[in-house]
């Protein structure tokens, strides 16, 4: 069952993103850098609307419906669905009164002129996506992962089709927005249909005081948490850039930023998706001992997609960036790999921030998020206006890796945990020798061709030095193993050394 799931939401992940870049590259080139700009500052915004309209009720949705079921009972389940989505109907109206007055007190990049339509979309976009996000999460605690898998491949189907023809007629950058508020208006039609067709719906009954004494605080440390680990997430850089140094920049960085999330999300979804709903349901059961397991084996998992992705991403910016957007968006490139390079490294914070979630630590990772709000702050009113871009780019960084580091202190200190620490050094060793290996490929020429057949010897030599350093236990080798005997046809030619592979390795 899990594996079927993780299939169906790799294959979601890879459909979407992969149809989402050929949205970003056509939309791009069809606009130039200058009205990109703006019409990424607006997808920016409304995200932005969004996440403070969603603010973390969908996490605590995932948590105590995926541990009400995992104590087995159903009933409470539905009442956590209905007791979240009332709140939920709050918060999106509140949000969305706030932004339509408050609006009018700031000068978003290019729109001074169409303000109105700017609203218009924001408020119908937040509307459907913030609904969206809230249901999918419901699902997820139910382990429904096909209604965000079904939903995000068929709008990003009928995105990128749309796209392409008003692509094809030059549309204007009115057109391409109002095109993406009728797709966002979209997916609340169809998730409400998986969610019937699935037979989920919230109960009207009350939650038991003893799940309130927990849900309550969750939900508010939750809150405390989106809100200020978004705006400590590349929102303060976005809006000094928009505001000091120009509408192209914004472009620029929302690029790369989207190029990045697609790359972690190719690599990790389907581990991220599912690793919140199996820890909750692991707490349920067992309590923290299942949940560290679960932990250390996400640790490690985490690291490794995140090397390949930091190589592949350093290596392979330069060609990428000239074959998709042209030479008007080289400015991406360098962004690109910085981006890029951090993201690798700091993807096991999404683990660390799913055991905080399980267990009821809210309140120490949303210490952390504050104290990285204010490092985001320091940085990007340091560096920004300074520096522009290169100084957005700097201000992130720094902020990531500052979050990691305090977020896994924390977590070794508070919740006495054990990570996999041999491995990991394995693994970062391994690395460090594909690294060494591509040095000579590169001192021959380094030039874009060049740089991408050296991300290639990279990935070779990273996977193999992995085998060679033992980086992988022996249960690592058997869920392999599983999988590759599935397919006898194909794979039938290496069953026979994974399986002494497997015998080598230590429990």
């Known amino acids: 069952m899990a594996l079927k799931a993780a299939a169906l939401i790799a294959t979601s992940t890879y459909v979407t993103t992969a149809l989402g870049l050929i949205v970003s590259v056509i939309i791009a080139r069809s606009l130039g850098p200058k009205d990109y700009g703006q019409y990424a500052y607006l997808l920016w915004l409304s995200g932005l609307l969004v996440v403070f309209g969603n603010h973390g009720l969908g996490i605590s949705g995932i948590r105590f419906v995926s541990e009400s079921l995992g104590r087995g009972n159903p009933e409470e389940a539905r009442n956590v669905h209905g007791w979240l989505q009332r709140r939920q109907w709050l918060s999106l109206l509140s949000v969305l009164g706030c932004f339509s007055v408050g609006v009018f007190a700031f000068h978003p990049a290019g729109w001074q002129e169409s303000i109105g339509l700017l609203v218009g979309v924001c408020i119908v976009s937040v509307i459907a996506k913030v609904i969206f996000l809230f249901d999918i999460s419901i699902a997820k605690g139910y382990s429904r992962f096909s209604v965000e898998a079904i939903t995000n491949m068929a709008m990003s189907l009928l995105y990128a089709a749309g796209v392409v023809a008003l692509g094809m007629v030059q549309a204007s950058l009115t057109t391409f927005v109002l095109f993406f508020t009728l797709i966002s208006a979209s997916h609340v039609v169809m998730v409400s249909y998986l969610l019937r067709k699935e037979g989920i719906a919230p109960g009207h009954g009350d939650c038991s005081p003893e799940l309130l004494t927990r849900l309550k605080p969750h939900l508010m440390w939750t809150v405390v948490l989106v809100l200020v680990g978004t705006l400590s997430n590349k929102t303060i850089e976005t809006f000094l850039l928009s505001t000091l140094i120009g509408p192209a920049e914004v472009g620029f960085f929302a690029i790369a930023t989207a190029l990045t999330r697609g790359g972690i999300d190719l690599l990790s ?239």
């Open 269 to 507: 979804s389907a581990l991220t998706t599912m690793l919140m709903p199996m820890m909750g349901h692991a707490y349920g059961k067992g309590g923290m001992s299942k949940v560290n397991e679960i932990l250390s084996d996400a640790v490690r998992y985490f690291l490794f997609v995140g090397l390949i992705l930091a190589g592949l991403g350093v290596l392979w910016a330069a060609l990428g960036i000239s074959i998709m957007y042209g030479h008007r968006y080289d400015p991406v490139i360098n962004v690109l790999r910085v981006m890029m390079l951090v993201g690798g490294l700091t993807l096991a914070e999404s683990a660390f921030g799913a055991l905080l979630s399980t267990t009821d630590h809210q309140k120490l990772r949303a210490g952390v998020s504050m104290l990285s709000l204010v490092v985001s702050m320091v940085a990007s009113i340091a560096l920004v206006p300074k520096f522009g871009l290169a100084g957005a780019v700097a201000a992130h960084a720094i902020t990531r890796v500052l979050v990691l580091l305090i977020m896994g202190a924390g977590l070794m200190q508070m919740l006495k945990i054990t990570l996999p620490v041999r491995e990991l050094l394995r693994l970062a060793a391994a690395a460090l020798a594909a690294v060494l290996l591509v040095l000579p490929v590169l001192w021959v020429a380094n030039t874009p061709l060049m740089q991408f057949a050296a991300g290639l010897v990279y990935l070779f030599a990273f996977l193999t030095a992995t085998v060679l350093f033992k980086a992988w236990q022996a249960k690592d080798a058997q869920l392999l193993l599983s999988l590759v005997e599935r397919k006898p046809g194909i794979f039938g030619s290496i069953t026979p050394w994974l399986r002494r592979w497997t015998h080598s390795l230590p429990g």
